[in-house]
């Protein structure tokens, strides 16, 4: 059965890079059917979708981010990662990584999310 | 962006009774050339990721206990929790997934009275 796992530091300074990765286990990020997706929660929140990857690199991102989101896939590795540049507080937040499918925009299953806190 | 509007925001019923969440979305999420309603459901419990309840406005994910049921079209949606269980105290989401930014609404919590 498909697990997701994200990993990368807990704190991050103001004005810097937050680096996530997602590490797929269980089947291969390689498969035509699946995009690979980041979803984050500020604490005490709701849910915003960052973006979403297809193995092949086609990206789709949330206008809101876009110009501060890079998300990428390492097939070899059977990862996906996320770089949101500039933070501030306002990027404090649970960071999930997720699947869904074309088409089929639900998200199943998630990972159990990393708190990054943006802090000096 | 499709704004997706959730009420209550909380909720507490007595355990066995009928718990409804409704969502609205402030454009259709309804295609016409499938006639399938882009809207899911999720559950969310203190400390969990959310898990994916129901797809399609009313199909439930695999596993997923029958009293949870989705029903709504267009704009319009509801979640019904048919008879409260302990196990369903949680924060509930609605989702769209008609057009990015794929987007939630902003939660209702779910108490047992």
């Known amino acids: 059965q498909l697990q997701l796992q994200e990993s990368g530091p807990g704190l991050v300074k103001p004005s810097e890079t937050l680096s996530l990765t997602c590490t797929v286990s269980?089947?291969?990020?390689?498969?035509?059917?699946?995009?690979w997706g980041w979803i984050r929660q500020p604490p005490g929140k709701g849910l915003e979708w960052i973006g979403s990857?297809?193995?092949?690199?086609?990206?789709s991102y949330n206008p809101s981010l876009k110009s501060r989101v890079t998300i990428s896939v390492d097939t070899s590795k059977n990862q996906f990662s996320l770089k949101l540049r500039s933070v501030t507080a306002a990027d404090t937040a649970v960071y999930y990584c997720?699947?869904?499918?074309?088409?089929?925009?639900?998200?199943?299953?998630w990972g159990q999310g990393t708190l990054v806190t943006v802090s000096s | 962006d499709i704004v997706m509007t959730q009420s209550p925001d909380s909720l507490a019923v007595s355990l066995g009774e009928r718990a409804a969440i409704n969502c609205k979305s402030s454009?259709?999420?309804?295609?016409?050339?499938?006639?399938?309603?882009?809207l899911a459901w999720y559950q969310q419990k203190p400390g969990q990721p959310p898990k994916l309840l129901i797809y399609?406005?009313?199909t439930r994910e695999s596993g997923v206990p029958d009293r949870f049921i989705g029903s709504g079209s267009g704009t319009d949606f509801t979640l019904t929790i048919s008879s409260l269980q302990a196990a369903d105290v949680a924060v509930y989401y609605c989702?769209?997934?008609?057009?990015?930014?794929?987007?939630f609404g902003q939660g209702t919590k779910v108490e047992i009275k």
């Open positions: 997720t699947k869904s499918r074309r088409g089929l925009n639900w998200f199943d299953p």
């Open positions: 269980g089947g291969s990020i390689s498969s035509s059917s699946y995009y």
């Open positions: 990857i297809y193995y092949s690199g086609s990206t």
């Open positions: 454009q259709s999420v309804l295609y016409s050339s499938n006639n399938k309603n882009y």
């Open positions: 399609w406005a009313s």
């Open positions: 989702q769209q997934y008609h057009s990015t930014p794929f987007t």
